[in-house]
């Protein structure tokens, strides 16, 4: 029997197979304006700063994906139209637009407000955001009538990004640098995000947490292609508490409000080392898969932590959607499906977003491909 997205990724996500394997779709906005034009779509789309495009319910269903993502935390949508070079982000740092060289861009940070700190006073000195989510008005009534006239899974990207705001705004190398020989600094940064995190969280969910089949938090990248970025060790005494507190006081938040919802975490690359530790904070799906990141091996991590963690991703957007062809990625989303799927507790989709110069030909066939191999 057919179900209905919504359907479809709450039985996925709770560990069992639905009648086929949900998709996602997570793309940039030049190829998606190209995607748009090729099955000719005409298309009033938003983006954020790193270029991660919205899609519209018309798109979604041409290709039979069943999470609709919420476009939340935009502060400004209409700057999106005029390409504005630079920006000031609310946390206080400036980022500029960098082109690709390919008709695509993204913002990237060009300084680090705190990175002349030189005691904890500076950083409590500092002048942090309101505590009040300054976005949540009107939420609920969208996401509301998204919820009552789709049958989409909905999902909203917010909080978290405790860890890499953190050098966000002290800047990596001193941040990095405080976790080893000035913890004191680093960890002073780091509750001050959770305190601000922990209010917004709170004030979002009310909103609109009855109408998400799952919400992610914001990024929390822990490795880089080849490695975790900080040991274990580092991460387990100073990092996990703050990142603990804000998942478990999320969740606990949520399930008044759904008592069926899921929390995703955001971390890339190789983060086999951390897996444990977070399903014991309380995450239940882990995004992005990314499986050419070392120790990232999609069958090992469904046989290690599958019955517990769910997945979101591992379609391999560096290696098969970016310089393959359409048979190499036909075979690419059929591993994927073998490795991940059995049991449910696994969501298709590529392994970051769909980045320029992937063709449309190529994303079709991704999601059809999906949806013939995809089937329970």
Same mark, same amino acid.
């Given at each position: 029997?057919?179900?209905?997205?919504?359907?479809?990724?709450?039985?996925?996500?709770?560990?069992?197979?639905?009648?086929?394997?949900?998709?996602?779709?997570?793309?940039?906005?030049?190829?998606?304006?190209?995607?748009?034009?090729?099955?000719?779509?005409?298309?009033?789309?938003?983006?954020?700063?790193?270029? $991660?495009?919205?899609?519209?319910?018309?798109?979604?269903?041409?290709?039979?994906?069943?999470?609709? $993502?919420?476009?939340?935390?935009?502060?400004?949508?209409?700057?999106?139209?005029?390409?504005?070079?630079?920006?000031?982000?609310?946390?206080?740092?400036?980022?500029?637009?960098?082109?690709?060289?390919?008709?695509?861009?993204?913002?990237?940070?060009?300084? $680090?407000?705190?990175?002349?700190?030189?005691?904890?006073?500076?950083?409590?000195?500092?002048?942090?955001?309101?505590?009040?989510?300054?976005?949540?008005?009107?939420?609920?009534?969208?996401?509301?009538?998204?919820?009552?006239?789709?049958?989409?899974?909905?999902?909203?990207?917010?909080?978290?990004?405790?860890?890499?705001?953190?050098?966000?705004?002290?800047?990596?190398?001193?941040?990095?640098?405080?976790?080893?020989?000035?913890?004191?600094?680093?960890?002073?940064?780091?509750?001050?995000?959770?305190?601000?995190?922990?209010?917004?969280?709170?004030?979002?969910?009310?909103?609109?947490?009855?109408?998400?089949?799952?919400?992610?938090?914001?990024?929390?990248?822990?490795?880089?292609?080849?490695?975790?970025?900080?040991?274990?060790?580092?991460?387990?005494?100073?990092?996990?508490?703050?990142?603990?507190?804000?998942?478990?006081?999320?969740?606990?938040?949520?399930?008044?409000?759904?008592?069926?919802?899921?929390?995703?975490?955001?971390?890339?690359?190789?983060?086999?080392?951390?897996?444990?530790?977070?399903?014991?904070?309380?995450?239940?799906?882990?995004?992005?898969?990314?499986?050419?990141?070392?120790?990232?091996?999609?069958?090992?991590?469904?046989?290690?932590?599958?019955?517990?963690?769910?997945?979101?991703?591992?379609?391999?957007?560096?290696?098969?959607?970016?310089?393959?062809?359409?048979?190499?990625?036909?075979?690419?989303?059929?591993?994927?499906?073998?490795?991940?799927?059995?049991?449910?507790?696994?969501?298709?989709?590529?392994?970051?977003?769909?980045?320029?110069?992937?063709?449309?030909?190529?994303?079709?066939?991704?999601?059809?491909?999906?949806?013939?191999?995809?089937?329970?």
């Amino acid at each position: 029997m057919s179900m209905t997205s919504r359907q479809r990724v709450e039985i996925a996500l709770d560990h069992r197979e639905p009648d086929r394997v949900p998709l996602d779709l997570t793309i940039v906005a030049r190829p998606y304006k190209e995607l748009i034009e090729y099955l000719n779509i005409s298309d009033d789309y938003w983006w954020d700063d790193w270029a $991660h495009v919205f899609p519209t319910p018309e798109v979604l269903e041409k290709l039979n994906v069943d999470v609709f $993502h919420i476009p939340y935390g935009i502060t400004v949508p209409e700057m999106w139209d005029k390409h504005c070079e630079f920006f000031k982000d609310e946390w206080g740092y400036t980022k500029q637009r960098i082109d690709d060289g390919k008709g695509g861009f993204l913002y990237q940070m060009i300084d $680090h407000p705190l990175a002349g700190a030189q005691s904890v006073d500076d950083i409590m000195d500092y002048d942090w955001p309101d505590m009040d989510e300054p976005r949540v008005e009107g939420l609920e009534e969208y996401v509301r009538r998204l919820y009552n006239e789709t049958d989409f899974a909905l999902t909203l990207t917010f909080g978290g990004n405790i860890f890499e705001l953190s050098h966000y705004l002290r800047g990596m190398e001193n941040f990095f640098i405080d976790l080893i020989a000035n913890p004191e600094m680093a960890c002073a940064v780091m509750d001050k995000i959770l305190e601000i995190r922990l209010h917004r969280d709170k004030q979002v969910l009310q909103a609109v947490g009855k109408y998400l089949t799952y919400f992610r938090f914001q990024g929390e990248d822990l490795g880089s292609q080849r490695s975790p970025l900080i040991s274990p060790d580092t991460f387990r005494e100073l990092v996990k508490p703050r990142l603990q507190t804000e998942w478990r006081a999320a969740k606990a938040e949520y399930l008044i409000h759904n008592p069926k919802g899921k929390i995703s975490v955001h971390s890339c690359g190789a983060v086999f080392d951390f897996m444990e530790d977070f399903i014991e904070m309380g995450a239940d799906m882990l995004n992005p898969v990314q499986p050419n990141a070392v120790g990232m091996d999609t069958e090992l991590i469904k046989k290690t932590f599958g019955e517990r963690l769910c997945f979101h991703g591992a379609v391999n957007t560096q290696d098969a959607l970016s310089n393959g062809t359409v048979l190499d990625i036909v075979q690419e989303v059929k591993t994927r499906i073998e490795h991940l799927a059995p049991g449910g507790g696994y969501i298709l989709s590529p392994s970051h977003n769909i980045q320029s110069g992937v063709a449309p030909e190529k994303i079709i066939a991704m999601y059809a491909a999906a949806v013939e191999f995809g089937r329970y």
